[in-house]
């Protein structure tokens, strides 16, 4: 069956010398698995640039339902970020959150809300000019709504991760979960309500492992306030 769909890709991997494989959710297919043949070859009719991390793209492809792998036959990006692969501690987030959401973005159901959320947010992050360093916090926070498990506030999160929050972080974290702004938010605390919500996620989501892109974060956004 040929498709079309609108699609965020989420990991590619090399394939052999010359092809791809590229994790990608769609709008109306949930995540899909690609294999792009001789992409890497002089002849290739797709670039492979266009599999950067969260890269919004348009993508015809083949899908057999005996089949896990489809092939991908064309794909086209409709808004290149300007700024997401160029400022570096957006690229740092972008590849954070692009390995988040592989840990999420697991069904191969259709999920056309929380597709338009995350492609809506991606297009606001690429825009913003600053204050952009605590947005996959609340990235991350406002996707718990559309999986189900959003806490009501931090004290609520505090109780189900087991830790405690004095009342200044309760009040910033509260920030956060009603994805508002912080100014005041240090690096220090920015990483402390990261750890947190990544432990909110694995209470919430089975099989949500370690993320090995939090160094590369840290390290970039540490020169940060």
Do not use: W
């Amino acid at each position: 069956m040929k498709i079309k769909a609108a699609g965020i890709v989420t990991r590619t991997m090399k394939y052999k010398d010359t092809s791809i494989i590229t994790d990608i959710f769609t709008d109306g297919y949930g995540l899909q698995s690609y294999i792009i043949n001789n992409i890497r070859s002089s002849r290739s009719k797709i670039s492979i640039g266009l599999f950067q991390p969260l890269t919004l793209l348009t993508i015809v492809a083949y899908h057999k339902d005996d089949s896990s792998l489809k092939r991908l036959s064309e794909a086209h990006c409709p808004y290149p970020f300007q700024t997401i692969h160029t400022n570096i501690r957006k690229t740092a987030i972008a590849i954070f959150l692009a390995e988040f959401l592989s840990r999420i973005c697991r069904t191969t159901d259709p999920y056309p809300d929380l597709f338009l959320y995350i492609k809506t947010q991606l297009q606001k992050l690429d825009e913003l000019d600053s204050r952009f360093e605590d947005f996959h916090l609340r990235f991350m926070m406002q996707l718990s709504r559309y999986l189900g498990f959003q806490p009501a506030n931090s004290t609520e999160l505090a109780a189900q991760i087991g830790i405690s929050l004095s009342p200044e972080e309760r009040s910033k974290f509260d920030g956060i979960l009603n994805n508002k702004e912080i100014e005041t938010l240090t690096y220090k605390e920015r990483k402390y309500l990261l750890e947190a919500i990544l432990d909110f996620y694995t209470l919430h989501i089975d099989g949500f492992s370690k993320m090995s892109s939090i160094s590369i974060l840290h390290e970039v956004l540490k020169n940060e306030k």
